[in-house]
Every structure is written in C-alpha cells, then in structure tokens.
DNA sequence: AGCTGTGAAAAAGTTCACAGCA
DNA sequence: TGCTGTGAACTTTTTCACAGCT
C-alpha cells in the first residue's frame, strides 16, 4: 500500500538513506536492516523504519530491506530518475565551488547555466559551462526551462536575483546569501547559511560552559548562588 | 524571568531575529513589533513571542521590543559576546569562500588557523592566515584552544580530519563534506549538504508535478485511473 | 529467531486567543 | 488602544513496543 504524503521530516532524511545505501551497494550489500541503515545515518532505526515505510513495504521481515531496490524506490520518490535544469548565480568562490561540485551533475541535476554580472567573468567557461550576464536570467530559464536556481551572490544582490529567477519561472529556489527572500507562492524556497550554522553552535557550546560551572557549582554546594548567574 | 534550557527550534531562528535587528538598528529603529519582525524574519508573529519569550520578558506591552536592548540579549544567549576560535580545513573553492566570507569575522567568530594537506597550499596566506598541514591540526587545535572546527575536504577524507579536530580539542564541527561523521559525546555537530538540499528541493519539484497532473485529471473526471499512477 | 510495519504513547513544536499591562 | 506574554489547543515528529511475516 503506497502511502501519499510523506511528512517533510522524512523526506529531509531520505537523501541522507539513499548516500549510504549507495555506498553499501558499491561495497556489494544485498540486504540492509533498519538497525545497520540507521546506525550509518546517524539516526534511531524505529525513525528508518516509519521513514521507509511512507514510501511502501518494502522491507522483508526477517531480512531486511534490498539495497538496489531501495535505491531505486528513494531515487523515484524523491524525482532523481528524470534529470532537472539548473542554474547558478553569482560566481565568487563559493559559487566556483558548487560548479565544480562533483554531487551537483551526480544525481540528475544539470547545470544548465551560470550567471554572473562581473563583465571579466562573463564569456568565459566553468566546468564547463559558458558564463552568461545575470541580465539574461530570464531569457535562460525559460529556455532551459530551468526548474531549479541556486543564489550565490552577496546578501544585498540576492532578492533582485531571486526575482528574476521567479520571472524566469523556476519553482525552486536554493538560497546561500545571508538574507530572507520573499519568493511567490509555489516556490519552494530553502536556505543554507554559513554564519546562521556558527551561530547554533556558538549557542550550544556557550550552554556546556554554562552548564560547567552550575555542575561545579553543584558538586561544591554553590548551585543555589549561581543558578542564575551569567554565563562562563 | 529568564527561563532556561531554550528548544532547539527556537535556537535555530534566534540568528535570523539578530540579523533582521542589526539592520533594523542600522536604519536607526528604536523598537519593533513582534508582527514586523515576524514579517522580516519570515515567520509567524505569535512564534516570534515565544522565542523571545524563551530569553526573558523583554518586550514592552503596547510598544514592542527595544531594538538595540534585544540586539544585546540575542547576542548574549547565543554567545556572541565572546569571541570563539575556528578553524578550516580544506581550502578547495568552498574553503576558500568560507575562509573570505565576512560574515566570518563578524560575530565574534575569530579565524585561529587555516590547515589543507597540499604541500603547495601550506604556508601561503588566505585571508591573512598562513596556511597548515592538516597534520598540525591537533596541535594548531589545542595551541589556539579552537572550539569550532569547520570541514571543507573532500568526503572521503572528511572523517580523518573529524577525528584530529575532536582529539585536538574542539567542542563543535561544521561539515560541509557530504558524509555522515561519527564524533564522541558531548561534540556538537552540525552539517551542510548542497546535495541534501537539492535532492528535498527535487522532491517537492516531483510531488508539484504529480499534483498537477492529477489535478487536471480531477478536472477532467479521471481522478480515480490516476491517483495512484507514477508521477509525470 | 530475526526484523519489519505500525498503532499508540510521548515529546516537541506551532498556532490560537486572550488576559494584562503600558 | 496596542502589543506582549503565555496557557491551552492543535499539529508534527519521535520513540516505544509488539504483532505478524519469513
């Protein structure tokens, strides 16, 4: 019985399945239980289990899941079987590094085009794709009919950008510069911020500290004192 | 009343509420609503108030919050009020762009040490850090008493550097390597994945489509033939 | 005996809606 | 009047625990 909706929790960590279980086939895995699957993704195997299972039976119990089948019902689900157009804006050194990022042309996903408004950049070819003015991001999507656009550019240039990739017509939008876009409904829209990760980490690495000194505070009989006193 | 212990979602968006803060003060606001802050953040008013109620009760009924006093306790919670030592390992294209990101620097996040294991990268200067060998890192870790550890290598060797930054010292790793690392207790991780997020991104793309034809098939009368057709 | 598939319980996160203060 | 702070309702996600195949 094949399940519609697969809640987004699930479908954030099948891509994750689908990377070890390409590595397991590489090795010459047949099967795979939860339990192995989930220890190598980092994550509880019950979780592996009802995530899989949104997808349909296709475990064997007793067994295991086939890897090569699996592979092949997470690669459908999850629409890599077809190929998707996409483009990249914004060519500075991060926008280098996910051209020549090998998992970009991996998995179906086909660099369609590359924009920049630096007119030195403009004309010349990287990886093997030959670099068009942002002015003609538009005219490019539609084209190519480039479905996904990813935003490389510094956080002042990037909603001017996001607009033009939406005029264009992509219905995704990946974002890498540090602001909140406004895109129109039926865009999909995620985000990947270096400094927003520093942040969290910041966070949790000033609560072990805090933590510390509460702890040492306890052990030594001071816990009601420092409670609630600052941090570090 | 500070409440302690703030969930890990909210944790998550306090980042964006200082970023949207920080500009507000620049264009020289003196409070804030919780619905426009909401607006800019991209959430929902309500959740705004809950996060923020999370670090204390610092609003003021009938006015908002005082832009430059939350600017501050954000600041504080997340603890970037102190200054945290990194590292990158991995001067590749992506490296190299974290390495020059601004947004680096910014925040209190200081660059300790830049490590790679090509001979012909160490002990040039990116950044205004000499670059070196990756075998350092333990050394380099515990000499600069580096907390965060950034990985920019390549999968395969993403692991190796994950064991020398937890041996060396630090509390915290950001991956950007698309392999699932295994560190020891009480090292927080977090990881960025370019083809993770392409591959959810190609998931809604799909299910978009799939929808789509099944709609125009309900319209038509043949919703029941298509509901469980393949999608496309 | 082993491992999946899944109801049911628990936990976490979100949103509502309104009392309460400025 | 306007906007915060927060219980309470609701939704989503996670985890448990075990029935049911192989």
Redesign the interface.
Known sequence: M?ARR?PEAS??R???Y???LVDLAEEGAQTVSSQALAE???VNPAKVRKDLSYLGSYGTRGVGYDVEFLVGQIS?????S?E?A?CIVGL???G???A??G??A????HLAALLDDDPAKVGTTVAGVEVSHVEETERLVKEHDI??GVIAVPGPAAQGVADRLCDGGV??I?NFA???L?VPD?V?L?K??????????????????ADAVVDSAARTGLADVLD?A???
Chains 1, 2 share one sequence.
């Open positions: 094949t697969v479908v954030a099948l891509p994750l689908l990377r070890v190598s993704a980092g459908r689900e999850l629409g890599l077809q998707w996409t500075g050194n991060l280098l590094a996910l020549h990022y998992g970009f991996e998995r179906g996903f479905a996904i219905s995704s990946l540090p602001v909140v406004q039926g999909s995620r990947v911020d270096l400094s927003v990760e520093l942040q969290i980490l910041a966070f949790y690495e000033q609560r072990r500290a609630h600052p941090p570090q």
